[in-house]
């Protein structure tokens, strides 16, 4: 079975200074895909970023963008020049991309960044 | 944004009632997700869908049942609700399953 691992409950950055939250996974799959959910206090699940397994690019969303280290199974999320709207929970999630799977995420427990101003 | 609407947004009930949360999209997606959310253990899944009338269980799927008699509606029945059910529920749709899943708003269940 899968799963994902964030060993940082919380992190702090400073306003305007650059954090990495990270998720390490375990799998035995080669094909899957990865995300960063946010999830502010009003509860919402809003995706940051996804990366594909069989791209060797990393992905980037504006000040969003992951390290994506597939043989390590690592998939670092960077946020850039941090606003005070990014405190949040930041939650990892795989998805397998096998043929027949329930195509569910799996999540990791979660990091909650606090941002200084 | 994707078109989820969960109900109720917030409910308190008592042990041993039986409660229904409801999900209702307007995306017209074929996949459909139950999750509860609970401190220290992330999102974890609890019965999904896959169509009409298709559905299976989750990791964490023992004292729900679920229902989906149309595309946009997947309905989450607590049969006889126990305190350890006390949690955020949400509810998440994706019409493919390469594609991202996007998340309702979530329901808050308190079970006294």
């Known amino acids: 079975a899968q799963t994902v691992t964030q060993s940082q409950p919380e992190m702090s950055v400073q306003e305007a200074e650059t954090v990495t939250l990270s998720c390490t996974y375990d799998?035995?799959?080669?094909?899957?895909?990865l995300f960063w959910y946010k999830q502010p206090p009003s509860r919402q699940m809003i995706l940051v970023i996804r990366?594909?397994?069989?791209?060797?690019q990393n992905a980037t969303e504006n000040r969003f963008s992951v390290n994506f280290q597939k043989a390590a199974k690592s998939f670092s999320l960077k946020i850039s020049d941090s606003q005070l709207g990014d405190a949040a929970m930041y939650f990892c999630a795989y998805r397998s991309a096998v043929s027949g799977s329930q195509g569910n995420l799996i999540f990791g427990k979660g990091t909650k960044l606090s941002v200084k101003p | 944004d994707a078109g989820i609407t969960q109900s109720p947004r917030h409910k308190v009930t008592e042990t041993g009632t039986p409660v229904t949360l409801r999900c209702h999209q307007t995306?017209?997606?074929?996949?459909m997700y139950w999750y509860r959310q609970d401190p220290g253990h992330g999102l974890r899944l609890i019965h999904y869908s896959y169509g009409v009338k298709d559905t299976d269980k989750g990791e964490v799927s023992d004292g729900y049942s679920v229902s989906r008699s149309k595309t946009e509606d997947f309905l989450l029945t607590l049969e006889s609700a126990t305190s350890s059910q006390t949690s955020v529920y949400f509810c998440a749709i994706s019409d493919l399953r390469r594609q991202p899943q996007h998340f309702g708003d979530g329901t808050r269940l308190s079970i006294l």
């Open positions: 995306e017209n997606h074929r996949y």
């Open positions: 990366q594909e397994a069989y791209k060797q």
């Open positions: 799998t035995s799959e080669s094909d899957y895909y």
